[in-house]
């Protein structure tokens, strides 16, 4: 039998993570002419359960490496013949970052050179190729009580992760810019949805609020974060991805502001009703605990761009967001005791419970 002739080789890194996953399954399903090759390095946050649904599809094949290493990376380029990258693998906790920079310096940022110089090597003509990178509004920095991230706002990266993400951004730059290579980049507010792992606000507080745990709130509680479903941002990416110019960065966001203690407020009263307790008996679990050194404030996207440029739009509301979320993680709780054993218990119970 004939090998099947994709149009397109895509490596998609990360995609057994939240984002990724959701990404990797979209092209998968949408575009079977394309190869999907899923890049990932398996961390506490990888989980191939996620892919389920496309494991055995003809067009996706999953390659367990790590980008901090140079030679697989380049292996993989010249035996798969990638001829496009989309990039989301990252350490993205910004408390893991913390107490551990290091480690994400290594993945974030020299994962991202090793993957750009694969590129610049293997790609050697301008053929089409093109290389996406996935980062984040916080880059930007914090905002006060106005104001909103546009693409020319200037860099401000304050938590050792935004640093290491707005390193990563100039380095794509640096390659767009010294040796042609075509990249776009998408900086991207906070997201939810089903397979988000637990350690995040929204499913750790759902998580911990099914078994009645304490529900730690850093600081005061009102700091603002920008929500966005995350088939919403799996549909930018895909925009992007097809039609976005060359060298151009685009934001993404939810125009949805909540202070965060408004928004676990949201969740207690879902989850009293979906679990039939009496109203305010989950909101009685709230815990006020030490704030997140250096917390950023607010955050808040200006996606005009990519509306009037690509016709993009967020399509989900936060109370109908919030609803299927909470219904995925009630119906899924396997996937919640699978990957809340191990590694991220003891995690979980030296940073939260001992606050
Ligand atoms: P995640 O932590 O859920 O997943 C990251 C994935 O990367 C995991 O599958 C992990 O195994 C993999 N990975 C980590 N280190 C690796 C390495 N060295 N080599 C190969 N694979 C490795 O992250 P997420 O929340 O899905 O975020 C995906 C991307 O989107 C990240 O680049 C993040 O910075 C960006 N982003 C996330 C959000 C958000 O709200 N979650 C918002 C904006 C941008
Ligand atoms: O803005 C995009 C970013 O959003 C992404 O780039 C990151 O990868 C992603 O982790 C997310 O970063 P945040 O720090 O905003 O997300 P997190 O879920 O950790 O926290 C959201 C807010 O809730 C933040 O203000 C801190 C607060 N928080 C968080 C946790 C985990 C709490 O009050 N209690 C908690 O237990």
Redesign the pocket.
Known sequence: MSEQVFSKRILITGGAGFIGSHVVKQFVKKYPNYLILNLDKLTYAGNLGNLHDVEDAENYKFIKADIVNSEEINAIFQNEKITDVIHLAAE????RSITNPTEFVMTNVLGTINLLLAAKQFWPKNQGNRFYHVS???VYGSLGDTGHFVETTAYDPRSP?SASKASSDHFVRAFSHTYHLETVISN???NYGPYQFP???IP?MINNIIHNKAL???GA?L?V?DWLWVGDHVNAIDLIFHKGKNGETYNIGGDCEMK?IDLVHLLCNILDRKLNREQGSSAKLIHYVTD?PG?DMR?AIDASKIKADLSWSPSYRVEQGMEATVDWYLENENWLKNVTSGEYQSYYDKH?LQK
């Open positions: 993205s906790h910004v408390d984040t509004d916080e992760y991207c507010s906070n350690e995040k606000l750790l730690p709130v850093y509680g700091n974060r965060n997140r917390h955050y939260y």
